[in-house]
């Protein structure tokens, strides 16, 4: 089938080399990402996109310079822990960098009409990042750079000739984007959505979390409570995230991709399959044909069972190419349980954002 979009795909091997053995976010996860794009042959229906590591000028857009020469320091160093659950290895700065360089480069190509939809597969992930701090397993916010680069806020050659006034983040890893959320707090012309478990690390992201000053409305927070699937996820999707994106009306469209929301993920509790995931994927597609010329960015976040994650991202290239949700592949299955309700949290998010029933 000839693609209806033409789709950049950004990776570097580079990415492997952050790694700790035994820790949940290690090599491991992007090598059968790769393996499993190898084996259908789909790296030949996309374009790799070049690009190089975000400089430190380039970082300090979304982080505080002391941080972001902390991580530099340590890294030169060695092995280190940055808190309970966050490595630093000799690689890591070189990798973290690379990683925000190829989010901004993935928008970059999009805006400069090189292909429709690009996704970055990258490590270290990055919605846990905060302008000061990194947390989460994830050292540089890969989607912040990628935000701001399209909103000419990055410095250097290769800024956008137009920048943009409207851009959408929608975050449907498992765990909330806290760092994402903290770098556009009170910038409107970003609007933040994370869909997430709750409770779950990082135990924020609660719906009267709306943002603040000039940003009040443009933070929105869907905490869903263990086992909700593809059906109840389909709902927050068009009953929250389609609304909202029509009334804010992006001109580009990112996804925070994490693939932990998954029935046998080991690191949460929901019940979502890779066909659910493929509904997500699709959905966000076809809004970002309705309101922004189908320019749709993802960027990797979390993903922790590795057959999961490789079909998850498989599927998302086949979608974002225009292949229809019947082409998915879902070897896993459904969730044989009972989903939980997501009736109580779509009522209190649309209460909290004044989506009346007449702007679905
Ligand atoms: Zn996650």
């Not at 580079?14 to 700790?20: A, C, G, K, N, P």
């Amino acid at each position: 089938m000839k693609s209806q979009h033409p789709v950049g795909y950004l990776y570097d091997p580079l990415f492997l080399s952050h790694t700790l053995p035994g820790h949940p976010e290690n090599h491991e996860r992007l090598e059968a990402v790769m393996r499993r794009l190898r084996e259908y042959g789909e790296l030949e229906h996309l374009i790799e996109l070049t690009f190089a590591p975000a400089d430190e000028t380039q970082l300090c857009a979304v982080h505080v310079d002391a941080y972001v020469e902390l991580v530099k320091q340590v890294s030169a160093r060695g092995r280190a822990m940055l808190g309970p659950d966050t490595y630093i290895h000799p690689a890591t700065f070189r990798a973290a960098s690379a990683a925000a360089g190829a989010a901004m480069a993935a928008v970059r190509a999009v805006l400069g009409g090189q292909v429709d939809r690009a996704f970055a597969l990258v490590r270290p992930p990055g919605h846990h990042a905060f302008p000061d701090h990194g947390e989460g397993f994830c050292l540089f916010n890969n989607i912040a750079c990628a935000a701001q680069y399209a909103l000419g806020e990055v410095p250097g050659e290769g800024r956008p000739a137009r920048p943009l006034e409207r851009v959408m983040i929608v975050d449907w890893d498992v765990h909330h984007g806290n760092g994402t959320q903290a770098m556009f707090y009170e910038d409107p012309r970003v609007l933040f959505v994370s869909i997430h478990q709750f409770p779950l690390y990082p135990m924020s992201g609660h719906v009267n979390e709306l943002g603040a000053g000039p940003g009040r409305g443009y933070t929105v927070n869907v905490p869903l409570p263990p086992r909700i699937g593809d059906a109840g996820y389909a709902r927050v999707l068009e009953e929250i995230v389609v609304p909202l994106a029509r009334r804010f009306r992006p001109e580009l469209m990112l996804m925070s991709a994490g693939y932990d929301g998954h029935w046998i993920d080991p690191l949460a509790g929901m019940a979502l399959s890779l066909t659910g995931f493929g509904r997500i994927v699709a959905t966000l597609s076809q809004l970002s044909e309705d309101l922004c010329a189908g320019r749709l960015v993802g960027v990797l976040e979390g993903g922790y069972d590795h057959d999961v994650l490789s079909y998850g991202v498989l599927n998302t290239f086949r979608l974002l190419r225009g292949e229809s949700v019947a082409s998915l592949l879902d070897p896993i299955g459904p969730f044989a349980g009972r989903e939980a309700s997501v009736e109580p949290i779509i009522r209190q998010v649309r209460a909290a954002h004044a989506l009346s029933s007449s702007q679905t």
